[in-house]
């Protein structure tokens, strides 16, 4: 299988092609979509946080959930981190250019669907193009 399309390297300066497995923008593609990275890049959008703050401002987000997605997203170079040496240390994240760069569509698609609910309601809004669908 070594010679199928899957395996094909992507030159430097070449658009990446995600539905290749060595692409390296597939990696960065599921950090961002993964359950809880798109709401990290969404609560940085506006500030940069400590870590307990964005804790706070994801609910239901785990402490272990909240340290991993970071650690992928400042290894994707979406997010930075500062930590400052004080006893404990204070732990700050914010977002890189990238990051706000990539941040500012998912921005505009959470804003489309919550004006879409708050203008329709939930039960509206998910079901409004089904009674025009032909059967």
Not at 80 to 105: A, C, H, M, N, S
């Amino acid at each position: 299988m070594a010679g199928s399309a899957q395996f094909r390297r992507t030159e430097p300066g070449d658009r990446y092609d995600v539905f290749h497995t060595d692409c390296p923008a597939r990696d960065v593609v599921d950090h961002v979509t993964s359950r809880w990275g798109i709401w990290v890049l969404i609560s940085l959008r506006s500030n940069d946080l400590r870590f307990y703050e964005l804790r706070e401002s994801i609910r239901g987000i785990s402490e272990k959930m909240l340290a991993q997605t970071l650690r992928a997203l400042v290894e994707d170079g979406l997010v930075w981190r500062k930590v400052e040496p004080t006893t404990p240390p204070q732990v700050t994240y914010g977002l890189t250019e990238f990051g706000r760069d990539i941040g500012e569509p998912l921005t505009d698609l959470f804003d489309r669907i919550t004006r879409r609910l708050s203008a329709e309601g939930p039960a509206e809004a998910l079901f409004a193009g089904r009674a025009a669908r032909p059967a």
